[in-house]
């Protein structure tokens, strides 16, 4: 009887990078561990990095504390400002120094190379008809690249990369095909996590209009808080639960029309389920309750456009509003002013809102800007987007190189204003 013959042994896989990380003297490693954050740190995608490490306590600072935003606005204003100044020396510096240059390109080479390695050499097909001195020789030219990377010397490097380039061209060639599955695969992944982010945690929103004036000005890019309110699952419009808190009066929120679901609005939430909402000379009653409302300027000027983009001055009352302990500013035109709106109760599970040009906004009063509706119309809690929370960005009136756009400029003024 023959014996049967044993099974044969999985040949182990090949981490290209861990055994590389295994050769390294300490010494090595500490030259590339500096080398790794200088990297880092002259990325272009540093500043933008350190900005939005701060932006996220900042957010939930002036959220949940908006006193605190007398001091963390500056704060922020000079960091973004820091931030833009060093985003410029970096680009300047990658563009003009040769050296510089040189080495970047040939280190994301490099990279791109060793990471391709790394790929192929863990399949098992692959690595079955492998000699073994192979993935050997691979690890030590990988290294010597490595080496050529830490000491700046663009010279060696370009020759050690050539030399990692033909050992993986000779061994490794007919594998270095990426198949349509690893090209689908990391496209899906980058792609579910914008999506991810996008759908449930935050979205920019670029406000095209002066309805919110002069809470928001036209050109304000603003941050929309997603997941205040609940996961709203998209074109089904639903919110399933809640995850802080619904919403409440004096909000700021992005709806999707229910009218015209292809268009968004911003506004601001004047009543919620239940609620009794009349205007009556201008001031907000809430179930009978007049809304604190003091006068500050009776020809308080904004400035809107006009469909083709032209700027122009708009003088209106500037009225400064208490809506459930929410402050916040109003402009209305007195001689326009009616003098009774409403009453209008508000059902179950949506919001009334309002433009705080109160006399220059297309809101629930006016049927949400649909023509030929007269009647009020209110915003479901599954057309809700979710809470603008910050300006991060503002492309306005007269900011920074208004005379190259038309009027149109950076307003450095607005970065980092709480939408309050």
């Known amino acids: 009887m023959n014996a049967a013959s044993p099974s044969a042994t999985p040949t182990p896989p090949v981490k290209l990078a861990a055994a590389m990380a295994a050769r390294r003297t300490p010494e090595q490693l500490r030259a590339r561990r500096q080398l790794m954050w200088r990297e880092l740190l002259t990325s272009l995608w540093a500043p933008l990095c350190i900005i939005g490490l701060a932006f996220v306590p900042y957010t939930i600072l002036i959220e949940f504390a908006p006193a605190a935003a007398a001091w963390a606005q500056p704060l922020m204003k000079g960091l973004g400002l820091l931030m833009v100044a060093y985003f410029v020396v970096l680009l300047v510096w990658r563009n003009v120094s040769p050296k510089e240059k040189a080495l970047r390109g040939l280190r994301h080479e490099a990279q791109e190379l060793i990471s391709e390695n790394e790929r192929i050499l863990q399949k098992p097909h692959v690595r079955e008809k492998l000699a073994a001195q192979v993935p050997e020789r691979i690890t030590d030219q990988a290294l010597r690249v490595e080496t050529a990377s830490i000491e700046g010397n663009a010279e060696r490097m370009r ?42 945690i935050v979205e920019p929103y670029r406000i095209p209009s002066g309805s919110m004036l002069p809470t928001l000005q036209i050109g304000d890019q603003v941050f929309v808080n997603k997941f205040i309110y609940g996961v709203r699952v998209p074109f089904a419009n639903v919110v399933p639960f809640v995850i802080v808190r619904p919403p409440e009066r004096g909000d700021v929120i992005v709806f999707n029309n229910p009218v015209d679901e292809s268009k968004d609005y911003i506004k601001r939430v004047v009543g919620i389920p239940g609620d009794t909402v009349e205007v009556i000379d201008g001031v907000i009653h809430l179930n009978g309750q007049p ?16 469909d083709d983009g032209r700027w122009y001055d708009q003088s209106e009352a500037l009225f400064e509003e208490n809506l459930s302990g929410v402050t916040h500013a109003a402009l209305q035109t007195l001689s ?14 949506h919001v009334f809102v309002m433009g705080d040009n109160r006399d220059n906004s297309a809101d629930s009063r006016h049927g949400l800007g649909v023509t030929g509706r007269g009647k009020v119309e ?5 057309h809700i ?29 607005r970065f980092f204003e709480p939408v309050r």
């Open 378 to 382: 209110y915003v479901p809690y599954g």
């Open 385 to 413: 987007k979710g809470k603008a929370m910050v300006v991060w960005l503002s492309l306005g009136f007269e900011g920074l190189f208004h005379g190259l756009f038309g009027g149109t400029g950076l307003r450095v003024d």
């Open 291 to 306: 809304q604190a409302r003091k006068a500050v300027s009776t020809d308080y000027v904004v400035h809107n456009i006009t």
């Open 159 to 200: 020759q050690e990369l050539k030399g990692l380039e033909e050992l993986t061209a000779q061994h490794l060639g007919a594998y270095r095909k990426q198949s349509a599955m690893d090209f689908v695969g990391g496209f899906g992944k980058a792609l579910l996590i914008a999506l991810v982010i996008r759908t449930f």
């Open 336 to 349: 326009q002013m009616p003098a009774r709106e409403g009453p209008y109760t508000v059902p179950p599970g």
